[in-house]
């Protein structure tokens, strides 16, 4: 890349709640920073300025849940040197995911008076379901030290340095009582990639899953634990039906669960 010509950015939208594209922005020290080494070419949610493409890196927001969006990540795609999906919804289908494990026909025929118009698929998807993803940067929202990594990464050519391993090493590191062991609440932190700097178990609750299952969890041995204590199927069922419902992990566990 030429030291005088900045790589081009692109930030896209699709069935999302826009928490991780407001993360960009809230980045602000940092994003000046960023701003000064890139060309944000395309980010509707700060400028209606449009910087035709290709572009060298593409930041992609939300899960795949129409046909028309089917096709228009494969055009992002093929525009893009560089795709990184962010966030739970891009990287595991989002808490639309949900959808994917009941009849979605029978959904919109409650909801609309015309269902008939509503064209949606059958399954809210990641990205990476659809096309080739360089990196994937987990969270409910993404953490903007992590995403300010990953733009870091791809402007030195090395691959970010995002943690692999679970919520329970930040509780650690901060000094928080494991509200497992000591208080009791159904937390999700032993299974669950960092990230968040243990953010609800410092606030005395258990870890929802914001940002999907770590490398290699054991969910059937935590289920098997809570199990022991006299827990039910079904509500084994939803601690695994949130952000990441669809995440691999996540799904085959709560389907364990399912009668």
């Given at each position: ?61 939300g899960s795949i849940t129409t046909p028309h969006d ?120 032993p299974v669950t990639q960092a990230g968040c700097n ?51 992990a996540f799904r085959k566990e709560s389907e364990a669960?399912?009668?």
């Amino acid at each position: 890349m030429p030291q005088n010509k900045k790589p081009k950015l692109a930030v896209w939208k699709f069935s999302s709640c826009d928490g991780c594209q407001l993360t960009l922005l809230d980045c602000e020290d940092e994003l000046l920073a960023v701003a000064e080494r890139v060309e944000i070419a395309n980010f509707p949610e700060a400028s209606r300025a449009v910087v035709k493409g290709p572009y060298d890196l593409s930041l992609v927001e939300g899960s795949i849940t129409t046909p028309h969006d089917a096709e228009r990540i494969h055009q992002v795609r093929r525009s893009s040197k560089f795709l990184v999906s962010i966030g739970a919804c891009a990287t595991a289908g989002g808490i639309q995911a949900l959808r994917n494990f009941k009849n979605v026909k029978e959904f919109t025929s409650i909801v609309y008076a015309n269902p008939q118009y509503i064209e949606t698929l059958n399954k809210s998807t990641p990205i990476a379901d659809h096309v080739f993803v360089d990196f994937e940067l987990r969270g409910c929202p993404i953490n903007k030290y992590q995403l300010v990594e990953v733009i870091s990464a791809f402007l030195h050519g090395r691959k970010p340095n995002t943690p692999s391993y679970s919520v329970c090493v930040e509780c650690k590191r901060r000094g928080t009582v494991c509200g497992l062991v000591a208080v009791g609440p159904p937390c999700l932190g032993p299974v669950t990639q960092a990230g968040c700097n243990a953010l609800c178990p410092s606030y005395h609750r258990g870890c929802f899953g914001c940002y999907g299952p770590k490398e290699t969890p054991n969910t059937a041995s935590l289920t098997a634990h809570w199990s022991e204590l006299g827990m039910k199927e079904i509500e084994l069922l939803r601690l695994f039906r949130g952000f990441n419902a669809n995440a691999e992990a996540f799904r085959k566990e709560s389907e364990a669960h399912e009668k």
